[in-house]
């Protein structure tokens, strides 16, 4: 049996705002947008085979953003073909990369999003 990871679903405080500075930064697409369980809302944004649900409803929890936490995400690794031109993108829209790494096989730096999910961006080029 083969598989692959085909999505990732988030609770963000906001789809639309969310799923406006992905796909702005990363060139991603809308491929289904509608409403969700508890009158709320999902997107799905991301190429063809894999894709991020942002899942966002009325009542708004913060969550614990430890990485000691069990189950906490701790960051989503997103891979480009050109680094400097997506860290450009990224502070652009006024985020502040951190943590730029060198490393075998790549390079990489972190930004976080409001909601406090912590990005990777990646790129092995």
Request: charged share 25%; hydrophobic share 35%.
């Amino acid at each position: 049996m083969q598989s692959k990871l085909e999505h990732i679903n988030l609770t963000v405080r906001d789809t639309d705002a969310t799923a406006s500075i992905l796909s702005h930064l990363f060139d991603w697409k809308i491929r289904w947008a509608g409403a969700a369980k508890d009158n709320g809302r999902t997107i799905h944004l991301g190429g063809e085979d894999t894709y991020l649900a942002l899942y966002s409803h009325q009542e708004k929890h913060l969550a614990d953003t430890s990485n000691k936490t069990i189950s906490h995400l701790n960051h989503i690794g997103i891979l480009v073909d050109d680094l400097d031109e997506a860290e450009r993108k990224v502070k652009a829209s006024g985020f502040v990369a951190y943590n730029h790494g060198d490393y075998e096989p790549g390079k990489r730096f972190y930004f976080d999003l409001e909601e406090g999910i912590e990005i990777e961006v990646v790129s092995y080029q």
